[in-house]
């Protein structure tokens, strides 16, 4: 064995062909995506990229999103949860008591609410992590306990309405501190709202910058220049066409602003924090990780208990969207959820998916309800459309990586 | 011509750029054993996918004559028509079904659809006891060893009314026992008219049973020999194309006191609770030495070492570790890795990496915390470590952020090394560190091995593979049935005297 220390100036570049087909595999979600915009806006005469029906769009499918965070997680770790869809209705329907019937103050209800979502989550994570019942049994089983208890909750009928605040985070919209701002031709837009799409891609810009060039410190590849530049540009634009279509008509949606929060917090977290790192270890080589001294019980544990809390969310978003907790609330939210993990690029094995991915398999479906909704197509086609770009999705990335091998 | 059963000319294989075969040929004699030879990644496999129609006709150039007809299979199931079968390294039995079901899967004894369990299992009993398999018909094959597993396939073979057997690595996962009734079965099928081609990477066993011998590198046909009293390194020399007179790298060690020592350990097995797997077991490693763990397969060496890291195996443990002269924890993998014990087991696919990841966190997989602050890990850092052992150890990787399933075996286990040499451990145990990897990684993990112990590491290794255990090790320890039978030093080790504590059983 060599010992050399040499100076690490020069990393070894990968195969220009290998480098490009990784790219085309992780990118594919992301071009699928415009495309499939691109499409609908063409269907629909441009209805789908007005300002208000972008706004529809985010909070109409926030709640789905905010599980999708939570199951790509859990897909990545190699598991499944059945139960999300029935946690979403028990959730929602004790906040409303909370609310409703106790007279609690709404931070008080949707902070008992989440914990909650959390002790849901840790039961399940129990039996499925220190029992070692396969997730799909015990979420099978949470899916007709949650259930069960909502309908002892609320009996037949919702229980609402709900306080402004709660409403307001479902439905509402940043207020216009600032007043609005002319934009020529586009008419009045709000300027915190713009102000705010400014700081946010000024601050990808400046991290990213950051990052690069702490990669270049340390001698590894990164994006040529233009390529990086094109990147920044293209995520500018595509983040402030957004931005001004909602400045333009009622300002930023609070569901929007919570949304952006988890996702980045999420991304950081799966890819950067060591918990993240051993979601991964653990559904790629499961017997790898504990050999390696993965807290594997533990870290499943926690990715069961966290996703109890992000459905408790998302049941108060829900609830409070409809305006009262009902029975049958988030039947069959947790296939979309689902869907939009391996839509986004997660494996059934485990051990692979981003959160950024997850949320743009749940943006897909999302516009293709909305799209399809526009042209006037009944659900039952808009079902039929879902499924089978579910099983394209899945079908690109098998063939892909049988490709790579 | 007809003396020849099988004759291939001028095979060329590519797969997208690389060419895997280059023009070989092979001609095999009617009723002999035929053995191919060579370094992982020279061909071998590939060259009898290309025969038992797993690489279909067209795929591939050159031509197969077999039984003085030419062939042009398209599939497996058309080379098994011709009588040809091949079985290979990774076993295909179906475990939850029976010996019986396994033997006529595909091909069962049946009349209108339904199965005739009663042809079914007395023809099974028939084809066990040709291959000299005492078990029932109906055992369940997950019941079995691997020994008696492989036994199954070729009774399957045989059902096929085979006259060309194919073996890929046949005894790689076999103990000697079990290796031994393995090639006894060869040569009486040999007696039968059965040919044989077997690949094989344990080359005493090859100079034993094989009447001719064809080594393959880079893709090529380098020679055929006939294998009367031919010898292994006359072999090895043709697989790696130079004369490897050092198997081993050259060290002078340099031993220092004790570091670990296990005392009085016991393990019970977590499947049978009352049955010993380990015995009142005492060892001890010291400072820059390197100390070799023989047994024959079941003897207890893997469950030894994965009992002490972190009780991975086994029930009812009982026994102290002691490092630098004080008793430690090493009831959890996390202790034990903090308490500067680090394993690297036998199977690195399956316990040792995260094949779809990349070399970069595979490296940083045992020691994440090394890298985080406040439970962030610093990717550039972790880049930095990877290239580092990139560089010192060879892995040879487009990148370090390639996808480890990709790479070759030897390069794979440099990874896991590399992983375990991050957690800075004072004691590694390497559970077969060469197993599944050619002469020519061998010799570089050896010398990484040598430069850990020359670091102050003091190293533990087990190894089905005698020779390696005696190049490389100061002292070697013989297990039997869970008992430490012997201590043997560098000086005094032969492999003979090895065998016969390896062999001591209770009443000896």
Redesign the interface.
């Known amino acids: ?6 100076p ?1 100036t020069v ?5 220009p062909s ?1 480098r490009l087909s990784i790219n085309l595999r992780q990118s594919g979600i992301y071009v699928a995506f415009a495309l499939i915009v691109v499409l609908f806006a063409v269907l629909t005469d441009g209805a789908l990229l007005q300002p208000q029906n972008i706004s529809n769009i985010i909070v109409q499918n926030s709640y789905v999103l905010i599980l999708a965070i939570g199951m790509i997680l859990v897909i990545i770790g190699g598991h499944i949860d059945l139960s999300v869809g029935s946690t979403v209705a028990l959730t929602g329907a004790i906040c409303a008591v909370l609310t409703v019937q106790w007279g609690l103050p709404w931070p008080v209800a949707v902070l008992l609410t989440l914990l909650s979502g959390a002790i849901i989550g840790a039961a399940q994570g129990y039996w499925i992590a220190y029992f070692g019942i396969p997730a799909f049994i015990v979420t099978l089983a949470g899916m007709l306990v949650f259930r069960a208890l909502t309908l002892t909750t609320l009996g037949n009928q919702g229980i609402g309405p709900f306080p402004n605040e709660i409403r307001s985070l479902s439905n509402g919209f940043t207020g216009g501190y600032l007043g609005n701002i002319g934009l020529g031709p586009l008419g009045g837009a709000d300027l915190v709202s713009l102000l705010a799409g400014v700081a946010c891609v000024a601050g990808f810009a400046l991290s990213q910058w950051r990052k690069r060039a ?2 270049l ?5 990164v994006d040529p220049m233009p390529l990086f530049v094109l990147k920044l540009v293209g995520v500018a634009v595509v983040v402030m066409a957004v931005v001004v279509q909602l400045a333009r008509f009622r300002n930023l949606p609070w569901v929007l602003v919570l949304l952006a929060a988890l996702a980045l917090g999420y991304s950081l977290m799966a ?5 993240g ?2 979601i ?2 653990i559904g ?2 499961l ?9 594997v019980k533990a870290v499943t544990f926690w990715v069961f208990v966290n996703m109890g809390a992000l459905a408790a969310l998302a049941g108060v978003i829900f609830a409070g969207r409809l305006n009262q907790a009902g029975p049958t609330a988030g039947v069959a939210f947790e296939l979309d959820a689902i869907a939009a993990a391996f839509i986004g690029g997660a ?1 059934v094995q485990g ?2 998916g981003k959160v950024v991915g997850a949320i743009t398999g749940g943006l897909i479906m999302g516009v293709i309800n909305n799209g399809m909704s526009l042209i006037g197509a009944p659900s039952e086609r808009v079902m039929l459309v879902k499924g089978l770009v579910l099983l394209a999705a899945v079908a690109y990335d098998v063939w892909t990586k049988r490709r790579a ?1 | 011509m007809s003396d020849e059963i099988l004759v291939m000319r001028g095979i060329t294989k590519r797969f997208a750029g690389v060419t895997a075969l280059h023009d070989v040929s092979l001609s095999v004699r009617r009723g002999e054993i035929h053995a191919i030879c060579g370094e992982n990644g020279a061909g071998k496999s590939t060259l009898m996918k290309v025969l038992s129609g797993v690489h279909p006709h067209g795929t591939y150039d050159g031509e197969i004559v077999f039984a003085g007809e030419p062939c042009a299979f398209n599939g497996v199931r058309d080379s098994e028509r011709r009588g040809i079968v091949i079985i290979h390294q990774e076993l295909a039995l179906c475990g939850q079904l029976s010996v019986a079901e396994n033997l006529f899967l595909g091909n069962e004894r049946a009349r209108r659809g339904f199965i005739d369990w009663n042809r079914t299992n007395h023809d099974a009993q028939a084809l066990l006891d040709r291959v000299g398999l005492r078990e029932n018909p109906t055992t369940q094959v997950n019941d079995l060893g691997v020994g008696k597993q492989q036994l199954v396939e070729i009774a399957k073979a045989l059902s096929k009314e085979v006259s060309l057997l194919i073996l890929d690595e046949p005894t790689a996962a076999l103990n000697d026992d079990d290796s031994q009734h393995l090639l006894d079965l060869l040569d009486g099928l040999r007696d039968e008219g059965i040919t044989s081609v077997i690949i094989s990477h344990k080359l005493n066993e090859v100079t034993r049973i094989a009447d001719t011998v064809t080594v393959l590198r880079d893709g090529k046909t380098i020679e055929t020999l006939p294998a009367k009293g031919l010898s292994e390194e006359r072999i090895i020399a043709g697989m790696v194309g130079r004369d490897l007179e050092h198997r081993f790298p050259p060290r002078t060690p340099d031993i220092g006191d004790e570091v670990l020592r296990i005392e009085d350990w016991t393990v019970h097995s977590p499947a049978q609770p009352d049955r010993v797997v380990v015995d009142n077991a005492t060892l001890s490693v010291r400072r820059g030495e390197i100390v070799g763990l023989a047994g024959l397969m079941g003897a207890g060496r893997t469950e030894l070492a994965m009992s002490v890291f972190g009780r991975s195996y086994g029930t009812g443990i009982s026994g102290r570790v002691v490092k630098d002269g004080a008793e430690i924890d090493t009831r959890t993998v996390q202790a034990a890795i903090r308490n500067g014990l680090a394993y690297v087991s036998e199977d690195r696919k399956r316990y040792g990496l995260n094949l779809i990841e990349g070399v970069q966190r595979n490296v940083s997989a045992a020691a994440l915390d090394k890298l985080a602050k406040r439970g962030w890990v610093n990717e550039n850092e972790e880049f930095s470590v990877a290239e580092r052992f990139r560089r010192s150890m060879g892995i040879r990787t487009p990148a370090v952020s390639t996808q480890v399933g990709t790479l070759s075996g030897g390069n794979q286990q440099k990874v896991v090394l590399a992983k375990w040499m991050f957690t800075d451990p004072d004691v590694l145990i390497l559970d077969e560190p060469t197993r599944g990897i050619d002469v020519g990684a061998k010799y570089e993990i050896y010398s990484i091995i040598n430069d850990l112990a020359a670091q102050g590491k003091a190293v533990l290794v087990i190894s089905s593979e005698l020779p390696e255990l005696l190049g490389l090790c100061d002292r070697v320890y013989a297990l039997s049935e869970g008992r430490i039978t012997g201590e043997l030093d560098r000086a005094e080790a032969t492999q003979e005297r090895l065998m016969q504590y390896m062999t001591r059983g209770q009443n000896s």
């Open positions: 064995m060599t010992t050399k220390t040499a690490q990393a070894a570049p990968a195969a290998s702490a990669r410190g340390y001698g590894q590849t890819n950067n924090s060591v918990f790192r051993h991964y270890s790629g080589n017997q790898a990780a504990t050999l390696s001294g993965v807290k494996a051990g692979v091998s």
